[in-house]
């Protein structure tokens, strides 16, 4: 499984349900697509494993104009005090969580 650490902001997408995410620079996102044929499950979705702070979480990257966006559940945001363009410290290890 691939790991990888990088510093991004938090922003809210405004539509029917706003949600808010971490877009993954363009240098990641260059080497995640290069894996994303063995990991994706449809629609260039990626699963992982994330962490922010003492958070550690699942769910799936989205593919937008060239880079990723990382989706923030509720729950991460909300326990680590995440806000709007707070600069964030994210961890991931790209694929399916293997019980």
């Known amino acids: 499984m691939s790991k990888f650490e990088f510093t991004g902001n938090v922003f809210e997408w405004r539509g029917p349900a706003p949600y808010y995410f971490i877009e993954i620079p363009v240098e990641q996102s ?22 922010i702070g003492d958070t550690e979480f699942t769910t799936s990257l989205i593919p937008k104009d060239g880079i990723y966006l990382l989706p923030i559940k509720n729950v991460v945001r909300l326990g680590e005090g995440l806000k709007v363009d707070l600069e964030v410290n994210v961890k991931l290890t790209l694929g399916k969580v293997q019980n």
């Open 30 to 51: 260059v080497k995640i697509k290069e894996s994303a044929s063995q990991l994706t499950y449809g629609w260039g979705v990626i699963p992982v494993t994330g962490e």
